[in-house]
C-alpha cells in the first residue's frame, strides 16, 4: 500500500454495494490539512455530499450548527462504526480510526455506509492507493 499524497479539495466518494459493485457515488470535500480538519463543517447549516477528515479517529460537534452522522474508516476504508451525533458531543476517537466521514444526519444510511462496508475515493485528488 503506498502513500496517500492527498491535499485538501474535492472528489466523489463511492460507497461499494452488498455484492461488491460500485454502488452510490457522493460528493466529497476532503480536509487533510490541519486547518481544514478543525473547521471541518463548524458554521455550515448544510452539506452537499460528505465531508473525509483524513488522518483522523475521532471529530466532536462543538460549535456545529447541524446533527451529523460520522463514519469511521479503517486504513483500507472499510467502515468501522457509524454514529449520529448531536450539536455540542465529544465523539471518542476510534482505536483502528484513520479517517472519519462527515454528513448530515440520516443520510448514510441511504447510501448504504454501514459498519462493514467499504468506501473508495475518486476525483482530482488522484484517487486512492492500493
Excluded: K, N, Q
Excluded at 43 to 55: I, K
Excluded at 66 to 84: H, K, Q, S, W
Amino acid at each position: 500500500m503506498g502513500r496517500r499524497l492527498w491535499r485538501d479539495g474535492t472528489g466523489v466518494l463511492v460507497v461499494e454495494g452488498e455484492d461488491g459493485s460500485p454502488g452510490v457515488r457522493v460528493p466529497l470535500e476532503v480536509a487533510r490539512s490541519y486547518r481544514a480538519r478543525a473547521r471541518g463543517l463548524l458554521g455550515r447549516d448544510s452539506l452537499d455530499g460528505a465531508m473525509l477528515l483524513t488522518p483522523a479517529s475521532g471529530v466532536h460537534t462543538f460549535r456545529m450548527r447541524m446533527p451529523i452522522d460520522v463514519a469511521y474508516l479503517d486504513r483500507r476504508f472499510r467502515v468501522i462504526a457509524v454514529r449520529t451525533m448531536r450539536p455540542g458531543r465529544l465523539g471518542l476517537p476510534r482505536v483502528r480510526s484513520r479517517h472519519v466521514l462527515e454528513a448530515e444526519a440520516g443520510v448514510m444510511a441511504g447510501w448504504g455506509v454501514r459498519a462493514g462496508a467499504r468506501v473508495d475515493v475518486l476525483g482530482d485528488l488522484g484517487g486512492r492507493e492500493g
